[in-house]
């Protein structure tokens, strides 16, 4: 029975022949040798009783034993310092006779070559996607300084790469640790925490355990995400005239939208013509839900000069969202005779058609994004909407994955998978248990945009939705007010906050909120207060907020 040293030591030796008076010891390895990396000794013995056993010893050290042919040791060198060592094989008969043999060889993993020269055989590894060279190469540069966070970062790229997320999430940790503003781990760490995520999701077992993992794991991504952002933003340096636009985009990328208002308000009121001016800043007050700011600085914008194609993109969104359809048209119409190929443009028209509900469309639209921009989280969330809609679930969740991966920041698309989810109770009717699981992954899905975007209107009002759902009307009602707070203006908010304080008993409280619902959304005029269940579809009907490719000139 074989009985190897279960540590990483590995051991491979070349062919030298020993030969004693009752047994001849043979070996792949022989004195003088050079050896690196994980090595491999392999031994045949020859005798006329039979061989009960051989071992193996490293400097004197009996490091593993073998009792089957052909026997073997496997030695990580790097467990060893560079330089002489003396390895022997010492095989045993059932006559009591046994031998000994000396190899006395030498480690070299090129340890005097310094980190530098290991990380950049590492670098060259990942680029191919050779995972085990990258760990190999890496291993040695950790081994020659086990601070360098460069070292620890290719080790967590190759082990992330490989699929050993316990391991890339340690090195990831251990160069945070070492530096909290290693940006470039903290987005690793992010994309570790989805994987760990998708993984529970598709094995069998506890559900209970499963929904923790998920949700840890989700929160945790949305987590890093936001801490790395936070970072790029604070190594920005001094906002200049130069750097101004780079720094609003930055802003607006991490969802930091009242900021970026604060600093492109200012160049706007002193020269109301500039599109690159008057484009960021409708774009930040629109998903700052202050769609009566974006009209009105959309309507001084028009009135001085006119909009280019993202500028009509960005009317065509705004006069949709305030009722105004035939306007909305004929911006859209403008929009595209600007320049049917910018990206803005295209993802307004997503918007849209999504909004307006006309499917084809939207299918055509999302198809073509998909060509040209497919890896773009952005197209992954259209991508998603768009695959569940058409009963393509398996894909739906391929798209939201890798919209998630390429930007776990991406609070819209968490509130997708929130409303695909409550469809899913829905339409299966799902009762106890099966409904209370289906419910606490919604809620995992909420809680994930909540976190990535803290102040989000849209995420507070998804568990709005999810508290009514659940006849906590306590908790509705407290929600619904933080959602409000934050999006006075959204509709879908006041909508669900009708329906906690109608569900709670306050009819008079409920009626105030319903009149403000209807103030600023035109598909509420006239409507009662919901119930639940009518509070989600419109929710996931008409509240889905404008997610447009940000503007670039």
């Known amino acids: 029975m074989l009985n190897r040293f279960v540590g990483v030591f590995a051991l491979v030796v070349s062919g030298v022949s020993f030969a004693g008076a009752q047994i001849v010891v043979n070996t792949t390895t022989k004195t003088g040798d050079t050896i690196s990396g994980d090595h491999r000794f392999r031994v045949t013995v020859q005798s006329q009783s039979l061989v009960s056993q051989v071992e193996f010893y490293i400097n004197d050290n009996l490091v593993a ?146 929904l923790d993992t998920v949700s840890s794991a989700l929160k945790s991504a949305a987590r890093s995400r936001r801490d790395s952002m936070n970072e790029q933003m604070d190594k920005f340096g001094p906002v200049t005239d130069a750097n101004r636009f780079r720094y609003v985009d930055l802003l607006n990328q991490a969802g930091r939208f009242s900021l970026a208002i604060d600093i492109m308000a200012p160049r706007f009121e002193a020269n109301e013509v500039d599109s690159a001016v008057a484009n960021r800043l409708i774009y930040s007050q629109l998903r700052a839900g202050r769609y009566t700011d974006a009209s009105k600085t959309m309507a001084r914008h028009t009135r001085r000069g006119e909009p280019d194609a993202y500028g009509f993109a960005l009317k065509a969104v705004i006069e949709n969202w305030t009722g105004n359809d035939r306007a909305s048209a004929e911006a859209e119409r403008e929009a595209l005779l600007y320049d049917p190929s910018n990206m803005g443009v295209r993802t307004a028209q997503a918007f849209l058609s999504l909004r307006r509900g006309n499917p084809s469309t939207f299918a055509s639209i999302t198809g073509s994004l998909a060509e040209s921009a497919g890896s773009s989280p952005i197209t992954n969330y259209y991508l998603t909407a768009l695959n569940f809609m058409q009963g393509q679930f398996s894909s739906s969740d391929a798209t939201f994955q890798a919209g998630l ?149």
């Open 65 to 210: 034993t073998d009792e089957s042919t052909p026997y073997e040791f496997v030695l990580d060198t790097l467990l060893q310092n560079d330089g002489p060592i003396k390895v022997t094989v010492a095989a045993y008969n059932s006559a009591g006779e046994s031998k000994k043999v000396d190899l006395n060889i030498r480690v070299d993993n090129g340890m005097s070559l310094g980190v530098k020269h290991h990380v950049d055989i590492a670098e060259a590894a990942l680029t191919v996607g050779n995972w085990d060279a990258a760990i190999a190469a890496g291993r040695v540069a950790v081994k020659i300084n086990p601070n360098d966070n460069t070292a620890r970062m290719v080790m967590a790229r190759a082990y992330f790469g490989k699929g050993v997320f316990d391991l890339a999430q340690k090195f990831a940790e251990d160069a945070v640790a070492s530096d909290s503003s290693n940006i470039a781990a903290k987005e690793l760490l992010a994309g570790i925490s989805l994987r760990q995520a998708f993984r529970a999701l598709t094995l069998a077992g506890d559900r209970d355990r499963t």
């Open 405 to 553: 991966l390429a930007d776990p920041g991406n609070y819209h698309i968490y509130l997708e998978k929130f409303n695909q989810t409550i469809s899913y109770l829905y339409s299966q009717n799902l009762q106890g248990d099966d409904k209370r699981y289906q419910l606490a992954f919604a809620k995992a899905f909420a809680e994930g945009a909540l976190e990535a975007k803290p102040e989000s209107f849209e995420a507070l009002t998804a568990l709005t939705v999810h508290a009514l759902i659940e006849e906590k009307w306590a908790d509705a009602i407290r929600l619904g007010q933080a959602a409000v707070a934050a999006g006075p203006e959204y509709g879908a908010a006041n909508y669900a906050l009708a329906g906690a304080y109608f569900g709670g008993g306050n009819t008079a409280e409920g009626t105030k909120v319903m009149a403000n619902a209807a103030k600023y959304d035109k598909y509420l005029d006239g409507i009662r207060a919901p119930k639940p269940d009518e509070a989600w579809r419109f929710f996931y009907r008409y509240g889905r907020t404008p997610l447009l490719f940000p503007p670039t000139s």
